[in-house]
Nanobody, 122 residues
Framework: QVELVESGGGTVQAGGSLRLSCKYI??????MAWFRQAPGQGNKGVAR????????YLDDSVEGRFTITQDKAENRMYLKMNDLKPEGMAVYFC?????????????????WGQGTLVIVSS
């Protein structure tokens, strides 16, 4: 059974921090990622991490403020978000792929969580 479950969303003031968590069962993902979907907008890649060596990449819009990490012992992926901005308000999704994908090609990620809502108040 493939399952991704996000948690950690909530309401935070602009400039504040949150840590999102993604619990997963599958042990052989090639890459995992966080995407977000703001109201009225499409899915946008935020951060991704490669299982083999832990290489990770952040979208320019969150570089220096967000960190993606993985705890393989706990089967969890995290997104630590600092200095949240109003434009960061979105539903955040955990996604995973078993083989190489285009960097931010959401349609190439096979498995998705249900999403967790982040509200940033100004």
């Amino acid at each position: 059974q493939v399952e991704l479950v996000e948690s950690g969303g909530g309401t935070v003031q602009a400039g504040g921090s949150l840590r999102l968590s993604c619990k997963y069962i599958e042990l052989h993902y090639y890459v995992m990622a966080w995407f977000r979907q703001a109201p009225g907008q499409g899915n946008k890649g935020v951060a991704r991490i490669y299982d083999l060596d832990g290489r990770n990449y952040l979208d320019d819009s969150v570089e220096g403020r967000f960190t993606i990490t993985q705890d393989k012992a706990e089967n969890r992926m995290y997104l630590k978000m600092n200095d949240l901005k109003p434009e960061g308000m979105a539903v955040y999704f955990c996604a995973a792929a078993r083989s190489a994908v285009g960097a931010w090609r959401a349609d190439e990620f096979e498995d998705w969580g249900q999403g967790t809502l982040v509200i940033v108040s100004s």
